[in-house]
């Protein structure tokens, strides 16, 4: 019966302390402590051991365990070393530990693992974070899941949204499950429907297609690619389109490109202005100026081809090479010769 009756009063102290708390966010606190460490209840300014608090407003330093029971007010030096958990959620400048919170986490600075809910605000992340819908912060060194997505400004580790992710800086491995946004990338990128970057230096797949500015790299859409500067690989399920290419370009149907460097190849056919390399059309190759090889059912070097061109029609006005097929016409051969069956030959 004794025991009962103490314990009752315990919880009523800690209420009263609590309560005391909740209507004056500067009230005092009660600490039960033994050499500066133990238990604190109450909107103490700092703390080593257990703080339980209300509303955290104007708290400085808490080594240990702090759990917030509402939404935290003004608190910009507060600094938790341990564990920071909140049912609404933590506020403080900087977290060093563990951050949870049944709403959200909000801090300036976090280093070690962070939960929340819905989702973390932060303007720097060291660590793990994990936001049931969402996480937004200024950069962030570590792993980033978000139910639904990420939104960074530099990030460097790995990320992983839901729908999608949206960063201005990437370094290291962004998955989202519908898309991913980057103005620069450097490591690899995954989106289920798609993914658009400005500059990327590693590998970007998208589920139907994938846009870049410069690519440095590899880049494989289910569908099409398209690209305005490339060094690499790029391969698309029905076709891929860049303004420059050094490097290979695979179009399940066709690739088209203004400069090409490297080699070509499209299931129906190939389109440029200048190539130099090998241009592989199933049913046809049609540049402007060709340097090297083309081969497909009709084989156009528009102005110019200097090189070998292979085909059941080939055709140039400017030949310096080689053409074969059923018939082959070279516009710069003397009259008679232009237009020939199997071979025709012109070198300046």
Not at 91 to 108: F, Q, R
Not at 167 to 187: E, R, S
Not at 210 to 217: I, P, S
Request: hydrophobic fraction near 45%; charge should be negative.
């Amino acid at each position: 019966m004794m025991k009962r009756t103490y314990i009752k009063r315990c919880f009523l102290y800690v209420v009263i302390i609590l309560s005391m708390s909740f209507s004056n966010s500067q009230a005092s606190s009660l600490s039960i402590t033994f050499q500066g460490v133990g238990l604190t209840l109450g909107n103490s300014r700092e703390a080593n051991g257990i703080r339980i608090n209300f509303i955290d407003s104007g708290v400085e330093k808490v080594n240990g365990l702090n759990l917030t029971l509402w939404k935290p007010k003004d608190n910009l030096d507060f600094v938790i070393n341990g564990a920071a958990l909140g049912i609404v959620g933590p506020e403080a400048m900087e977290i060093n530990g563990l951050a949870l919170g049944g709403v959200g986490v909000v801090a300036e600075r976090i280093k070690g693992l962070s939960l929340g809910t819905i989702g973390i605000t932060t303007t720097q992340i060291k660590g793990i974070a994990i936001g049931g819908i969402g996480i937004a912060n200024d950069g962030l060194e570590g792993l980033a899941i978000g139910g639904i997505g990420i939104a960074n400004h530099d990030m460097s580790g790995i990320a992983i949204g839901g729908v999608g992710i949206a960063n201005h800086d990437m370094n290291g491995i962004a998955i989202g499950g519908v898309g991913i946004a980057n103005h620069d990338l450097n490591g690899i990128a995954i989106g289920g429907i798609g993914v658009a970057n400005n500059n990327v230096n590693g590998i970007t797949l998208g589920g139907i297609g994938v846009a870049n500015q410069d690519l440095n790299g590899i880049a494989i859409g289910g569908i099409g690619v398209a690209n305005e500067d490339v060094n690499g690989i790029i391969i698309g399920g029905v076709g891929v389109a860049s303004e420059d290419l050094d490097g290979i370009a695979i179009g399940g149907i066709g690739a088209g490109c203004q400069d090409v460097n490297g080699v070509a190849i499209g299931g129906w056919g190939i389109g440029a202005d200048d190539f130099t390399g090998l241009a592989l059309g199933g049913v046809r190759v049609i540049v402007k100026h060709l340097t090297g090889l083309g081969i497909g059912g009709y084989c156009k070097a528009q102005r110019s081809l200097t090189g070998l061109s292979i085909g059941v029609f080939n055709y140039t006005s400017y030949l310096n090479g080689v053409q074969i097929g059923l018939l082959n016409y070279c516009r710069n051969n003397p009259r008679g010769l232009k237009l020939l069956p199997i071979i025709n030959v012109h070198f300046d």
